[in-house]
């Protein structure tokens, strides 16, 4: 099996808790937290063992809950190359309402990294040894580090030889569309924030059309949630089906959708059976209760009946174009 490297540069310590209730102005009485790693590519690396996959998570990491991360992460098995930094790294907070079953999410940016840390998460990526087959990249910013990061690690894609997946959004989505890049993976909504807000169908395919008929990447796959995905490269555009499932949690879809389609790609598939497989992957993630990822026996599972609906459908040439 290729190798499989994630780079989370906003990882997050996640803490889900319950109330029976949420109530303002009141003193809330929780349930006893749990724990969890989470942020972009280190969620990816997580969903990828549980597809029966490996990765190494390269990520920041500063602090107590710096610490507890590199520990969690651990205790799942998977291997870690952190680069220490002084800020501590963010906490994120769910609380689940038990009353109704809704699930407040609270987000912060995350830490301001110096300019020598976040070189130092570049020059992690450039020195691995060997070089390996795919490199994920996955997540927002934190403050500080440039718009074009992305962009940078697409660069040494392009130099030492690994096939870099992006999965993010704003303007680190828009530099990552850079020579070096394999695949990138907005979904709708992020594909319409950097064409001015449109979300014509239209506008999106030959959004992703023009990536990739400017070298900005070998492959577009944009995520629709229930509507599955449409995978654009040089041989044109195909949609592919998301299987029907019954929805638990939407968390965790994208990430785990990322995971099917590295896994797939590091079994030695073609690019159509990985994204279906990621597609399986993402719909598997739905239904999970709770903040689980996916489980490899649903995503397999899914896998196995989609390839019997054959929902890739190759869809005629348009003629729009967009800069992006």
């Not at 990491?61 to 998977?78: M, V």
Request: aromatic share 4%; charged share 20%.
């Amino acid at each position: 099996m290729k190798t499989i490297v994630t780079l989370t540069m906003n990882p997050a310590l996640n803490m889900f808790l319950e109330v029976p209730r949420v109530v303002a102005g009141r003193k809330l009485r929780c349930e006893t937290p749990v724990y969890g790693a989470g942020g972009g590519g280190i969620s990816v690396s997580r969903a990828i063992r549980r597809l029966g996959g490996t990765s190494t998570a390269i990520f920041p990491a500063g602090g107590a809950t710096g610490d507890l991360l590199i520990d969690l992460l651990r205790r799942e098995t998977i291997p870690v190359n952190a680069v220490h930094v002084t800020e501590p790294t963010r906490q994120d907070v769910s609380v689940l309402e038990r009353a109704t079953g809704n699930d407040f999410r609270f987000f912060v940016p995350g830490p301001d990294l110096a300019a020598n840390e976040w070189e130092q998460c570049l020059r992690a990526v450039r020195s691995l040894d060997p070089v390996p087959d795919i490199v994920v990249a996955s997540g927002t910013l934190p403050p500080c580090v440039p718009v074009d990061f992305y962009g940078r690690v697409a660069a040494i894609a392009r130099d030492i030889g690994f096939k870099l997946i992006v999965d993010t959004s704003g303007e680190p989505l828009r530099y990552a569309a850079a020579e070096g890049t394999y695949l990138l993976k907005p979904n709708v909504a992020e594909v319409a924030l950097i064409t001015g807000g449109a979300i014509s169908q239209t506008i999106i395919e030959a959004a992703a059309r023009a990536i990739v008929a400017t070298f900005r990447a070998h492959a577009v796959v944009i995520s629709a949630g229930p509507a599955g995905a449409m995978l654009v490269d040089g041989r044109g555009l195909r949609r592919i089906a998301a299987p029907v499932v019954p929805v638990a949690s939407k968390a965790g879809a994208g990430d785990s959708m990322v995971a099917g389609i590295a896994v797939a790609l590091a079994r030695g598939w073609d690019l159509d059976n990985a994204v279906e497989f990621g597609v399986a992957a993402g719909s598997a993630a739905v239904m999970a209760t709770g903040h689980q990822l996916c489980r490899r026996e649903d995503a397999e599972m899914l896998f196995e009946r989609m390839r019997g609906d054959s929902p890739a459908v190759p869809d005629a040439n348009l003629t729009a174009a967009v800069t992006l």
